[in-house]
C-alpha cells in the first residue's frame, strides 16, 4: 500500500470526500492523508527539516487536525508521493485585469505590456503556498510530486453577471497562454508533474459545467454567490484523475 499525501486549500474537501464516500473501496492500493488550510492558512506553516508543521495553536493546526485525522504535522519522508490541489489561476485578479483592459474609451483605457503581464502572473504563482511547499518538500526528499490545477469558475457566474465577467473572455486564451508558460518555468523540479482538470467538467475552455458547482444546499442557483468551489461530483472526476496518473509513476518500493 503506498502512502499518499494531499496538501491543498478549501479546494481540497470535495477531493476528501470524494475518497471517503465514493472511491476508497476502488483504490486498495492507496492510503491518503489530507492536509488542508482554507483561504491563507496554508501560509502559516512552518518548513523544517523533513516536516511541514502547523504550529501550535495556529489557525492551521486546527484546520489539518479536522482534514488529516489529528495530525498537525506532514512527515516528508512518511510518503510516496505528494499532490496538491491545487494551484490557483487567480480569476478574480485576472478578471479585474480584463476589465481594465476592455474599456473602450481611450482616455480610461489601461495598457499592460506582454512582460508586465508574465511578471504578474509569475509573481503570483511564485507567491503561492503552493510553490513555497514544493520548493521546500525537493529540498529534503525526491519523492514525487503531483500539481493539480484549481478547477475554473462556474459557468454559472458569466450567465448571471455577462457585464462583469465577459471581457474575461476577451484575454482568457492570452491569460491562460501566460499561465501554462509561467508555471511551467517556476515549477520545473525533477518528479514533478502536472494534472490539468477533468475535461468532461469543462462547459468550456474557461468555465465549468454548472453540475459541477457547490451549491452549498441551496436548491436555487440564483440564491448562488460562490461560483468557485466544487461538488464531490467534482471532486470524483478529479481523485480518479489524479489516481490513475500516480499509477503511471514510478514510486519507490
Known sequence: ????????????????????????????????????????????????????????????????????????????????????????EHFMGTSELCQLMAVENEDEQVFFSSACLEATVETSIERSPVTRYVKHIRSCVDTPIIVSMTPKTSILAIEKHPEEYTPYLQYAALFQDIFIKARTKILDYPKLTMVEQPEETLATPYFTKVEYLNPYGKQNLANVTDYWHKNV????????????????IPLSE
Open 1 to 88: 500500500m503506498k502512502n499518499i499525501c494531499f496538501i491543498g486549500t478549501s479546494h481540497l474537501g470535495s477531493v476528501a470526500s470524494a475518497w471517503h464516500n465514493r472511491i476508497a473501496p476502488l483504490y486498495p492500493e492507496f492510503k491518503p492523508s489530507f492536509f488542508a488550510g482554507p483561504g491563507t492558512s496554508l501560509y502559516q506553516a512552518e518548513l523544517l527539516p523533513n516536516q511541514i508543521k502547523a504550529p501550535a495553536a495556529s489557525q492551521l493546526e486546527e484546520y489539518f487536525r479536522l482534514s488529516a485525522d489529528g495530525l498537525t504535522t506532514i512527515e516528508l519522508d512518511q510518503y510516496d508521493c505528494f499532490i496538491f490541489q491545487s494551484l490557483d
Open 233 to 248: 461530483k467534482y471532486g470524483k472526476a478529479v481523485l480518479i484523475k489524479i489516481l490513475e496518473h500516480i499509477k503511471t
